[in-house]
């Protein structure tokens, strides 16, 4: 029965941990923004992003862009979400895997804070194969941003500043059209600025996507990796200096980068699953069996403002004093801060 109690002790000791670990990254303190700033990044994963440009691939050279932008974005900063999406990445140039490809475009990193490793791991997760839904891609964005929009309203958050930033190697193959859905996004209820950026493209193929920029968004020319990384985090940084936050980026010629290894990460679209926590006890060979946690990879992967973390403990059948039955679960579960009767759901693009 000692045996027994302490093994409960352990694990309620555990528990305690994973909630402190918790409350301590929800108390994390940094510069205020002004206004929430919501940002989804939109690669282009079409097969021509497989083509040499200045000496190197252009998916090389857009991930090397991409780790220049993460090594600078704050991870620290309330109220800053920045997302991860890709189109093009499914099938190939082929005609018939053009209906599959066309229609493939994957949030890989929610609008829900900023997690570098997550952004990182997802930058290196694809290679470019297919076609160039643009229009779809721009589509899809804007829903994932109506769905951070809804989640701050319930929250009471004041309006957010909602950006669109696409990368294209090449004009819409998939008889989207881009520029209609641009003009949609611009009358919808949230506004939401889209910037363009053309990587690589002839002036004839650029002045199809200049009609894409909206809400004081701008179409911008990369035609090479340094480049595409100067305007993206550029971009960027207006939009966090807008709203009072001192941005100051490390100089691209200072930076390192360490290209991930592609093997062995896995393409991830948003999940949520629990974490399961079980306390071990004797087994029926009389061994001691530790207590075990595991936390499972969960997207979004980090709590919100008016989020918290709850566990619940069940012992399980203490008549055989077999404590290697007893089970605990530890949840994250929303909690709205405005109004205690309101549920605010998490996003689940």
């Known amino acids: 029965m000692k045996h027994r109690r302490g093994v409960l002790l352990i694990y309620s000791a555990l528990i305690i941990l994973i909630l402190w670990g918790t409350s301590a990254a929800l108390a994390q303190t940094a510069q205020a923004l002004a206004q929430p700033v919501n940002i989804v990044l939109v690669f282009d994963a079409s097969g021509s992003m497989a083509a040499a440009l200045g000496g190197e691939r252009k998916i090389d050279a857009a991930r090397r862009a991409m780790e220049y932008v993460i090594a600078n974005l704050p991870d ?93 190697d090449g004009e819409e193959t998939c008889d989207g059209n881009p520029c209609q859905v641009a003009q ?18 002839t002036p004839d ?22 480049s595409l990384a100067r305007i993206l985090i550029d971009m960027i940084g207006q939009e966090l200096e807008a709203q009072g936050l001192t941005f100051d980026p490390i100089a691209l010629e200072d930076f390192e980068f360490t290209p991930l290894e592609v093997s062995g990460i896995a393409l991830t679209p948003v999940t949520v699953e629990r974490i399961r926590v079980t306390p071990g006890g004797m087994n029926d060979e009389g061994t001691f069996v530790p207590p075990s946690i595991n936390v499972p990879v ?23 004093g077999d404590a290697a039955s007893a089970s605990a679960n530890a949840t994250a579960t929303a909690q709205s801060l405005p109004t205690p009767t309101a549920i605010c759901p998490l996003p689940q693009r």
């Open 76 to 168: 620290d900063v309330p109220n800053l979400n920045v997302g991860f999406r890709i189109y093009g990445h499914e099938g190939d140039n082929s005609e018939a895997q053009r209906p599959l490809s066309c229609q493939s475009t994957n949030l890989l990193v929610p609008v829900l804070g900023v997690d570098p490793a997550a952004l990182r791991a997802q930058t290196f997760a694809w290679e470019p194969t297919g076609w160039t839904p643009i229009a779809l891609a721009l589509q899809e964005a804007a829903l994932d941003l109506d769905e951070v929009h809804a989640y701050q309203s319930c929250q009471g958050q004041a309006a957010a500043r909602n950006v669109i930033i696409m990368v294209t």
């Open 184 to 201: 949609s996004l611009a009358a919808a209820n949230i506004a939401t600025t889209v910037h363009i950026i053309g990587f690589g493209l």
């Open 205 to 226: 193929v650029a002045a199809t996507l200049t009609c894409i920029p909206q809400n004081g968004g701008v179409y911008a020319d990369a035609q090479d990796g340094d």
């Open 298 to 320: 969960v997207t979004p992967s980090n709590l919100v403002p008016g989020q918290n973390a709850q566990a619940t403990f069940a012992p399980g059948d203490s008549a055989g």
